[in-house]
């Protein structure tokens, strides 16, 4: 079993930037693509980013594209989320999440994830 622990929410202004990290335990980590996703209070799980097993490929949700950024650091056994220019509507807890195999932007193909961690962007 894979167990997955997200770290780095918090609350920011506008135009702020926060980065979050995914600690990875219980598992190969390099045999694992990883994901971000996010869910806002009243919305649907959403994607946001996903990471190829070598890090070498990468695929971020257009709302996020351009201001977010994935990246891993196998030999930590973590993966990250540089999010610059943040707005309102970045509010959400953001998930981690791992899957045997390459990266996907697909909730359901993923077999682990994270408790979440708060994101709050205000002005």
């Known amino acids: 079993q894979v167990q997955l622990v997200e770290s780095g929410g918090g609350s920011v202004q506008v135009g702020g930037s926060l980065r979050l990290s995914c600690a990875a335990s219980?598992?190969?980590?390099?045999?694992?693509?990883m994901g971000w996703f996010r869910q806002a209070p009243g919305k649907e799980r959403e994607f946001v980013s996903t990471?190829?097993?070598?890090?070498?490929?990468?695929s971020d949700a257009d709302s996020v594209k351009g201001r977010f950024t994935i990246a891993r650091d196998n030999a930590k056994g973590t993966v990250y989320l540089y999010m610059n220019n943040l707005t309102p509507e970045d509010t959400a807890v953001y998930y981690c999440?791992?899957?045997?195999?390459?990266?996907?932007?697909?909730?359901?193909?993923?077999?682990?994830w994270g408790q979440g961690t708060q994101v709050t962007v205000s002005s």
């Open positions: 999440a791992a899957r045997v195999g390459t990266q996907s932007r697909f909730a359901y193909e993923y077999n682990y």
């Open positions: 219980g598992g190969i980590f390099w045999r694992h693509a």
């Open positions: 990471i190829s097993e070598a890090g070498d490929t990468t």
